[in-house]
C-alpha cells in the first residue's frame, strides 16, 4: 500500500505532521478528516529499495511487548498503533505501521498485513498470528513471540559479548601487521638493502616483500574491499553461508557450538508454535526450515511425513539417528506427559546455558593462542629489524678500531 506524508491542522488549531497508508491522496484526506484533521499538504512517499530489508530485532520484541499489552489492557489496535507509529524512529517500522493502521481500518487481518513483509517477518510469526487469530488470542501470541525474540536476542548477545575480545585482539593484529608491512618495514628495509650488508635471509625477504607489497598498496586495498563487499552480499545467500557453515563443520568446537544452537533455536520456536495450537507437522517444517546446520535443516520433510504415517515425535526424531539420545528421552517424556510444549521451552533453556558456556570455553581458548601469535610476530619482527642494526653497529665499531 502506497504512503503519504501529510501536514494537517487538528481541532485545537496545531500543525501535525505524520505518515499514513492509503490508495491514493484523497483516501489519504478522506482518512484524516475522519480523524478531525484538516489536511494542508499530502505527499506520496517515493519508494526506495534501501528502505526494505529487516529491522532490528530489539525493534521487533519492543513491537511484540507493546501489542501484547495493548490488547491484554483492551486499548483500541488502530489508537496504539498511532502512539506506536509516533515513537518508533526507524523508517521500515514506521511504514509497517502506517500499513497496518490502513489495513486494519479497511478490515484486513493482521496476518494479511505482515506477509507483505517476508524480509521482517518470519514463517514462524506470520503462523502464529493467524493461529491467534483464529483462536482470538493474538494476545497471548505476541507474548510468545516476544519471549522467543528476546531469548534469541539474549544468547546472541552473549555470543558477541564472548567473542569480542578475541575479535578486538584479532583486528588489532591485522592493523600493525598493515602498519608495519606497507609503512615501516618498506622504509627500514630500503635503507639496510642499500647499504649492502649481510643480511639473514629470512631479514632480507621480509624487507624484499614489504618493500614490494607497499608499491602496490592501492590496488591491495581496492582488492580487499571488494573482497570484503562480496563477502558481504555473498553471506545474504543460503548457499554461501552454508558453504561457510560447511567448511567450519570441520573444526569439532565450532560443529558442536552450531549444532547446539541450532537445537536451541530449534525447540524455542517449536514450543512456542505448539503451544499456539499451530498443527505439530506444521510446527515442524517451520521449525526445521529456520536452522543453519543443513543436516538439521534436511529434517524439515522427513520427520513430518513419518508423524503423517502415524509414528510418534520421539520415535521419528530416533529413526534418523541425528539428534543426541538426551534429545529423543525428554522428547518422549513430553510426549507422555502431554507436556511438549514446556519440555521443549525447557530444552532450549538447557542448549542455551550449554551454548554460553561452550561460548566461554571457546574465548579461554582462543585468547592464549591469540597472544602467543601476537608475542611470536613482534618477536621475530623485533629480531629481524635488530639483526641487521647489530651487525651495523659492529661492522662500524670495527672499522673505528681499525682506524686506530
Not at 486494519?104 to 498485513?113: F, K, T
Not at 539474549?154 to 588489532?172: D, H, Q, R, T, W
Not at 621480509?206 to 574491499?225: D, E, H, K, Q
Not at 546446520?293 to 520427520?303: A, F, L
Request: aromatic share 10%.
Amino acid at each position: 500500500m502506497p504512503n503519504f506524508t501529510y501536514k494537517a491542522i487538528d481541532k485545537e488549531k496545531h500543525i501535525v505532521e505524520g505518515i499514513v497508508s492509503g490508495k491514493n491522496i484523497d483516501d489519504v484526506a478522506h482518512q484524516l478528516s475522519g480523524k478531525m484533521l484538516t489536511p494542508l499538504v499530502i505527499k506520496p512517499i517515493v519508494e526506495r529499495s534501501f528502505i526494505g530489508g529487516s529491522i532490528p530485532e530489539v525493534e521487533k520484541i519492543t513491537f511484540c511487548r507493546y501489542m501484547h499489552i495493548m490488547l491484554s489492557t483492551g486499548l483500541s489496535l488502530s489508537e496504539g498503533i498511532d502512539v506506536l507509529k509516533r515513537e518508533t524512529k526507524h523508517p521500515l517500522m514506521k511504514r509497517i505501521l502506517s500499513d497496518m493502521e490502513y489495513g486494519l481500518e479497511q478490515g484486513q487481518p493482521l496476518s494479511v498485513i505482515f506477509e507483505r513483509y517476508p524480509s521482517v517477518f518470519e514463517a514462524y510469526f506470520l503462523t502464529l498470528m493467524k493461529a491467534g487469530e483464529v483462536s482470538g488470542k493474538l494476545s497471548e501470541v505476541f507474548h510468545y513471540l516476544e519471549v522467543e525474540l528476546r531469548s534469541e536476542h539474549s544468547l546472541k548477545s552473549k555470543i558477541k559479548g564472548a567473542m569480542l575480545y578475541p575479535a578486538i585482539v584479532f583486528l588489532a593484529m591485522i592493523g600493525i601487521g598493515i602498519l608495519m608491512f606497507f609503512f615501516i618495514l618498506p622504509q627500514i628495509g630500503k635503507v639496510f638493502l642499500s647499504l649492502s650488508l649481510p643480511l639473514p635471509f629470512f631479514t632480507k625477504m621480509m624487507f624484499t616483500a614489504s618493500i614490494a607489497l607497499s608499491s602496490y598498496m592501492f590496488p591491495i586495498v581496492l582488492g580487499a574491499i571488494g573482497f570484503l563487499i562480496l563477502l558481504f552480499f555473498g553471506m545474504k545467500t543460503r548457499s554461501f553461508r552454508d558453504g561457510i557453515i560447511k567448511l567450519l563443520g570441520y573444526i569439532p568446537i565450532i560443529r558442536n557450538l552450531i549444532k547446539k544452537i541450532d537445537l536451541a533455536r530449534f525447540c524455542r520456536i517449536f514450543s512456542t508454535l505448539i503451544r499456539s495450537a499451530v498443527p505439530i507437522t506444521e510446527a515442524l517444517e517451520i521449525s526445521f526450515s529456520l536452522l543453519t546446520w543443513k543436516q538439521y535443516r534436511s529434517m524439515r520433510e522427513r520427520i513430518p511425513s513419518e508423524i503423517r504415517k502415524g509414528k510418534s515425535l520421539s520415535t521419528a526424531i530416533k529413526e534418523t539417528g541425528v539428534f543426541s539420545s538426551l534429545f529423543v528421552q525428554m522428547v518422549a517424556a513430553g510426549e507422555k506427559t502431554a507436556t511438549l510444549d514446556e519440555t521443549m521451552a525447557d530444552l532450549a533453556s538447557f542448549y542455551e546455558e550449554e551454548v554460553e558456556e561452550e561460548v566461554k570455553g571457546l574465548t579461554q581458548i582462543i585468547e592464549p593462542i591469540m597472544m602467543l601469535l601476537v608475542g611470536i610476530a613482534v618477536g621475530i619482527m623485533i629480531l629481524s629489524i635488530i639483526a641487521p642494526i647489530y651487525s651495523v653497529v659492529g661492522n662500524f665499531q670495527e672499522s673505528m678500531q681499525g682506524k686506530r
